[in-house]
């Protein structure tokens, strides 16, 4: 249930993440006793930025636990967002094995939490999008959403900055259900990416949901840019939070 | 996807960043999704110097067409400068 009036808190903390680091975290709570489930948000290349932290609070808005930990943290924890996202796009991005550890340390916060019902969710934008589905097929969750993320299937072309690599043949260690948005005219990924993740979660027999948006491309959620198409984020949010309802509700 | 080709390039310079002038050494080219700019991707030029961290750059975002104006714009200084520029 969203929270009265969508009151909420929101503030700046401290988590683990891999091998102890310590990382800042925006976190949004909604406001009243609960108990909520948690959202874990990941943030998209351009890092730990305002557009995502709005995200967070949007979650707190509708009754969940949220938490956006920087993966850039370690570029250091008082370093602009931008110019951290610029020295991480440097470095080739995160290391998955990394990634792992900071989100396995952010969901065990949001776990903590006294308001928590006990069960998490994750949803991740453009890179996050393939970053909540490796979460989802490494870290316990209840639910997770994939939002436009490229290489979960596809190959990296040559000369791209960012080092990661497909992840797709873990489908079959998917741990939750897994909803997907995806627009028809991203390049990154693609409609032919898209379907082999389809056919790779139906063959492994997995619980999903995935919806193809018309007239959408990358990034369609994101409101401060051309990208935004109202038609495929109003539905989105919609599916989202169906989603998360579906998956996260508890006492 | 919100990536691609960075053509990184050695400079010899100055650049004007939040705490005043800095020396910079290198400059990082690449179009990508911008962090600021109202578009969606953007010619992006970090300039920086690396000793100072990753606060140590000074940053654009420019619309591509605007970014290919400024690339004619420079050479047709340098050009004007003649011998000077050499």
């Not at chain 1, 995160?94 to 939490?113: H, M, S």
């Not at chain 1, 000369?159 to 873990?170: H, N, Q, S």
């Not at chain 1, 379907?195 to 409101?223: I, P």
Request: with cysteine; glycine share 10%; net charge negative.
């Amino acid at each position: 249930m969203p929270a009265p009036e969508e009151a909420l808190g929101a503030a700046n903390v401290m988590i683990s993440g891999h091998e102890g680091a310590q990382l800042n975290a925006y976190e949004a709570l909604p406001a009243g006793d609960g108990p909520f489930g948690g959202v874990l948000v990941i943030h998209h290349l351009p890092g730990w930025d305002a557009g995502t932290k709005e995200i967070t609070r949007r979650f707190a808005a509708h009754g969940y636990n949220a938490i956006c930990p920087n993966l850039y943290a370690r570029q250091g924890l008082d370093v602009d967002p931008d110019d951290a996202a610029a020295a991480a796009r440097e470095a080739g991005g995160v290391p998955d094995e990394q990634f792992v550890g900071d989100a396995k340390g952010a969901l065990e916060a949001l776990r903590a939490l006294p308001t928590s019902n006990g069960k998490v969710g994750v949803i991740g934008y453009c890179s996050g999008g393939r970053h909540a589905f490796l979460t989802a097929v490494s870290l316990p969750v209840d639910a997770a959403v994939d939002c436009y993320g490229a290489f979960i299937t596809g190959t990296v072309p040559d000369g791209f900055p960012l080092k990661v690599k497909p992840i797709v043949d873990r489908a079959p260690r998917l741990n939750c259900p897994l909803l997907g948005l995806f627009g028809n005219e991203d390049h990154f990924p693609n409609r032919d990416q898209v379907d082999e993740l389809e056919a790779a979660l139906k063959d492994a027999g997995k619980t999903y949901e995935f919806h193809r948006y018309d007239d959408a491309g990358h990034a369609f959620f994101s409101v401060d840019r051309t990208a935004y198409r109202p038609e495929a984020a109003v539905d989105g949010w919609q599916r989202i939070f169906d989603w998360f309802g579906r998956y996260l509700a508890g006492d | 996807m919100c990536s691609y080709l960075t053509v990184p390039t050695a400079v010899a310079g100055s650049a004007k960043g939040p705490q005043g002038w800095m020396s910079v050494t290198s400059a990082s080219v690449y179009f990508d999704h911008p962090f600021h700019a109202p578009f969606d991707h953007t010619l992006n030029i970090d300039f920086a110097d690396p000793s100072r961290g990753p606060g140590g750059r000074v940053a654009v975002e420019l619309s591509a067409e605007s970014a290919r104006r400024l690339v004619a714009s420079i050479n047709e200084a340098l050009a004007a400068a003649g011998a000077a520029a050499r």
